[in-house]
């Protein structure tokens, strides 16, 4: 029954896709006020930085990853609503070796700034929580990951969001926030030589003024940062001066963009970036999270919004309030996007065919130990094989970052969806285990995997489906114990299909069903969405995916996982207010 009532709540709302269908649809005659949906880069992607390359007639933008790997993607788009991810920026381990040894589950690679200059693509990205230095990326092709250089690496510790700006004589200066400051200092690209360093600004009085980025226009220098934390009091403030150094005015009207003290859908909105379109009209791109004033159940984390923006001569940015339906004057609808990667908002549906190899867009928590995944093994085709790690998706007390476990992911973009994966597994030893997990960390995701639950002196194999949840999030209640199903014997030696579905806006349901019989599913458990809100993954976002371990024994039984599929349902634009995925 309660499963009906997901159902039919989850239906109920998607229906209202005929109300919105025409506010939401791009037109295709450039008109001055097309209307678009945010996000327009949805699930986790937080602290964008867009630009517009007139040789390339393309826009890009990236954004962070933390201690995702690849790392840093840089996504393509011929219309500003239609993204494709073209490259991973950090693609090899031996570009930035750190990342491995870095164990705060919120470190890693921080907001990327991305520029363009004599025919190169520029980011400058920091590694927090590692040994806090900063990196200089560049490419000729942004559409090959191997055309991403090893980086040229500069020390600043502390010091994170860094910028990259020229001057008119061709001077590259790097701003960065550190220690309740925006500071600066120019640089050299090719060595990585840092000059002295200046304070800027430190911002209208907000909290942490940080991601800051200048833009130069009109004889004046504009500094933009964000304010306030980037929770409910996120806001984004600029300021402005006839000299790189100061002294700087305040925008009389600052905050420039915020969504802060209103009972608005999105929320956290800040940390934003500037750039102009091919038709020179002004935009800009934030980060916001999708929870309402409450800011409790926002399991895809931070996520990327469009706003339209006019920037006169002499005058200041003015930007429109981030809203889930807005208009601008978007470029025609236009999806030859270069490149090999997938478009965010297209359905998943892989069969790791012989020759293939992993698509870009999954991606792993730190960096795999690679003979743990294989595409169609000998004897297996059209499977992934994954070979256990022995350490779980937790570990244990004394794991280490460099520990290696065996899981893969791809983010959760869409408000509702359907997840699920086939798999093929025969564990000999007690505690092996394969499944799938709704993670947002280390310390804080959501199984349901297939474990042998033997007893060493047993003489009958005991296999479960097991249910279990690791930290809490936003979620207060009574604690969540295992749930143990014993997998029907008729179940034995057969193909088993596990599925994640996000229900409505606040479930998830984790079910089971043979593979052939995949409409004879059965679920075994309900869970909330606060559990993977907030918690020790404030800043990222959720991710689902499969996973394989030993739990720390001895087995070494590998799982053949195949029919991966993820396909979107809705998002959520406004208080029960949802389109359909596919308009993304």
Known sequence: MLDQIFSMYAFCKVSTIALVLAAALPCAAHPQNTHYTNPIIPGWHSDPSCIYVRKESTYFCTTSTFLLYPGIPIYASKDLVSWKLVSNVLNRPSQVPELNNVAWQQGGMYAATLRYR???????VADLGGVGSNYLFTSSDPYNDKAWNDPVKFALDPGSDADLFWDDDGTAYITVARNGLINQFAFDMETGAMGPLS???NGTGGVYPEGPHMYKKDGYYYLMIAEGGTE??????????????????????????TNRDTDQYFQTVG???LFQDEDYNWWAVALSTRSGKEWLNYPMGRETVLVPATWGKGEWPVLQPVRGTMQGPLPRVNKNVAGDGAFVNEPDKFNFRPGSSIPKHLSFWRFPNTYSYTVSPRGHPNTLRLTPSSMNITGTADIQPSDPITLIMRRQTDT????????????????????????LTQLQHIDLGIVNLSSPNSKE?????RFRVE???????PAIEPTTVPVPKAWHGKSIRLEIKAVNTTHYSFSAALSAKPSQSQIIAYAKALLVSGGTGIFTGALVGAY??????????NSYLSNWRYEGQGQEIDYDTIVSSNFF
């Open 471 to 477: 930290g809490v999030g936003n979620y207060v209640g």
């Open 548 to 557: 394989a371990t030993s739990n720390g024994g001895n087995g070494t039984t």
């Open 271 to 273: 940390h934003a970036d």
């Open 118 to 124: 004599e025919d190169k693509f520029h980011l400058v």
């Open 199 to 201: 304070e800027l600004w």
């Open 461 to 465: 194999s005991s296999i479960s489906l």
């Open 416 to 439: 509702l969806f359907t997840y699920g994966v086939d798999f093929s597994f025969d564990p000999k030893l007690e505690n092996e285990e394969t499944g799938v997990t709704l993670f």
């Open 232 to 257: 409910q009091n996120h806001t984004e403030t600029i300021a402005r001066s006839r000299n790189r150094l100061g002294p700087w005015e305040a925008y009389p009207r600052n905050p420039l963009l």
